[in-house]
């Protein structure tokens, strides 16, 4: 069974950083893309980044130059750097893994909070 536990998640002042880590279990996570989504109160859930596995990354638009989503296939984890956090970044964030064939699992999802 797929297991995916995200942690890293908080609160900041805007301007600061928080780095965000995924640790999955029970998958081929080096063959499996990696992605990170965010819900804001009363918004739908959008894609923030992912990662493949050849390490070919997409962003949203909003977050390029400020995030950073990479992966580690030896400890079967995935991260997200966030810096420059804005209070628009403020969300519920989720790790997503979809396999090769086709097949989805999310994670329990961390709070970030941007504020002052």
């Known amino acids: 069974q797929v297991q995916l536990v995200e942690s890293g998640g908080g609160l900041v002042h805007p301007g600061g950083s928080l780095r965000l880590s995924c640790a999955a279990s029970?998958?081929?996570?080096?063959?499996?893309?990696m992605g990170w989504y965010r819900q804001a109160p009363g918004k739908e859930r959008e894609l923030v980044a992912h990662i493949d596995s050849g390490s070919n990354t997409y962003y949203v638009d909003s977050v390029k130059g400020r995030f950073t989503i990479s992966r580690d296939n030896a400890k079967s984890t995935a991260y997200l750097q966030m810096n420059s956090l804005k209070p628009e970044d403020t969300a519920v964030y989720y790790c997503?893994?979809?396999?090769?064939?086709?097949?989805?699992?999310w994670g329990q999802g961390t709070q970030v909070t941007v504020s002052s």
């Open positions: 997503n893994l979809f396999t090769y064939n086709r097949k989805d699992y």
């Open positions: 029970g998958s081929d996570f080096s063959t499996s893309v």
